[in-house]
């Protein structure tokens, strides 16, 4: 065999190789183009990772370039949302009336923004109370569960083994012991601890009915079948079709031990009594039913009890059933119609071009737009990414705090003392394309002033972010944050 045989068999196997790859790059280039419910700054991101870090590229695009869950899920939410009765239905008319009467015309926009994401119409006659931190949400959790007569639905995706996680468990065993229905939903990522011990074990011995939020199954496949990181990030509590729960707590001490440096989670928690408790109910029943064989239909024909009078509300929920721009819309349409006065709060701060711009048009017309986040974040690429869009905010005279002595976990949005959105979603690209989300709107000066005050308190506990503190870092932070914060789309 001759030497120039062989190296021509070495060289046609290497150009074969090459070609293979330069292929693939191609296919995967034109399939980030091409994909649908992409911005393009998202398209560009994954182009350039292609192209620069081929394999690692490619890999990660296989994994997370596609906000896919699975067609086979897909099927069993839109099965699910089917059976479920109509939102007309729900809406009970007089309780629609009463909002549409109730509601203010400059608000009313934001509220058919709201219904065009989930299809809930704005219903009247609800009454909320904020609660306190973590200890006191689920004190007043337990208390609901002991005092429920009939049903009792829990969803969390953070579920802990600890302290107020327990007691939760606890309060749902005694009320199946005694015969109240009790169904308990969790994230298999976010509470893969719970999910698995003893404890879950228990609490299906009591009776309690248990479902797995997007089961991961065997990670060796789970890329065939739809991305892993996308999850069930709500927290629902509905008990009787009497009560429920909205905000960012999830089920665990403040100290939350899975990641303790960073403590305590502060949280925000509100409990609504009223129609809002129905559409809650609903959110809850196609999530449960697109998991289990159990249909909740049944439960929309209890008759619910009369709170007297109330204020609008409203459930925004999103997910991957819904358009991908659902809950971006509805953070921006609130930042335009502030007029006097604008408070964000979120742990995690990575907006796309519109909501950036949107916040900058808020102060830039005058509103006092402040927004809080974290001193110290749970995810460093977040904090990097987050700090990168400092510097423009400043400019156009927003002011910025950043929140010390625990990480600032609660997601609010109050507009003008008169309107509040509270609940799980982030200001973030996994809240608007990855994630189940569930939040509340509502427009009363009371209760929003409830959570203007809370509001007021973490800024008294956080420090000021002026043009100073942020042209001082140096140039290797600078260029960190501007490079973590343009792969913002990938991420």
């Not at 729960?245 to 403040?254: I, K, P, R, T």
Request: glycine residues 8%.
């Amino acid at each position: 065999m001759s030497t120039t045989w062989l190296w021509g068999f070495g060289s046609f196997h290497g150009w074969l190789l090459v070609a293979i790859h330069v292929a693939l790059q191609v296919l995967f280039v034109g399939r980030a183009l091409l994909r649908p419910h992409r911005e393009p700054a998202s398209r560009l991101a994954w182009v350039v990772v292609i192209i620069v870090a081929p394999i690692v590229g490619m890999l990660a695009y296989l994994l997370f370039g596609e906000t896919n869950i699975g067609n086979r899920r897909i099927a069993r939410f839109k099965r699910a949302m089917a059976r479920l009765p109509s939102f007309a239905a729900m809406s009970r008319h007089e309780g629609e009336a009463q909002a549409e009467a109730d509601i203010d015309p400059r608000h009313k926009p934001l509220f058919r923004v709201g219904q065009s994401i989930s299809g809930f119409p704005p219903v009247g006659g609800n009454r909320g109370r904020l609660l306190g931190g973590s200890d006191d949400v689920i004190d007043h959790l337990v208390a609901d569960i002991d005092a429920a007569r009939d049903h009792v639905h829990v969803c969390f995706y953070i579920w802990l083994a600890d302290t107020n996680g327990l007691k939760v468990a606890d309060a749902l065993k005694r009320a199946a012991q005694r015969g109240v229905t009790c169904r308990a939903m969790a994230d298999d990522l976010g509470s893969r601890a719970m999910v698995r011990s003893a404890h879950w074990a228990g609490m299906a011995e009591a009776g309690v009915r248990l479902a797995v939020a997007l089961p991961i199954g065997f990670l060796l496949s789970r890329p065939l079948k739809g991305r892993i990181d996308m999850r069930n990030h709500r927290k629902i509590v509905v008990i009787d079709n009497r009560v429920t729960y909205a905000g960012s707590n999830n089920c665990a001490d403040a100290a939350f031990a899975i990641k303790p440096r960073f403590a305590p989670w502060v949280d925000a928690m509100i409990r609504f009594e009223g129609p809002i408790v129905l559409q809650n109910q609903h959110v809850f029943a196609m999530d449960w039913m697109a998991h289990t064989s159990e249909d909740l239909g049944p439960l929309f024909a209890q008759p619910i009890e009369e709170v007297g009078p109330g204020f609008p509300a409203q459930v925004i929920a999103t997910g991957a059933t819904v358009r991908y721009s659902a809950m971006p819309e509805m953070f921006e349409s609130l930042m335009y119609a502030a007029r006097r006065e604008l408070v964000i709060t979120t742990p995690y701060y990575v907006p796309d071009e519109p909501i950036q711009a949107a916040l900058c048009a808020s102060a830039r017309r005058g509103v006092e737009t402040t927004i809080v986040l974290p001193a110290r974040n749970d995810s460093w690429i977040v904090a990097a990414a987050s700090h990168s869009y400092y510097e423009v905010l400043l400019d156009a005279g927003v002011r910025i705090f950043e929140y010390v002595g625990g990480l600032l976990h609660t997601k609010s949005m109050t507009v003008d003392g008169e309107v509040t959105l509270i609940g799980s979603a982030n200001i973030d690209r996994r809240s608007f394309e990855l994630n189940f989300e569930n939040n509340i709107l509502f427009v009363d000066a009371a209760l929003t002033a409830d959570v203007r005050a809370r509001q007021a308190e973490y800024i008294a506990r956080s420090d000021p972010v002026d043009t100073a503190d942020v042209m001082g870092w140096s140039r290797r932070r600078r260029l960190w944050n501007n490079a973590v914060a343009m792969l913002g789309p990938v991420l």
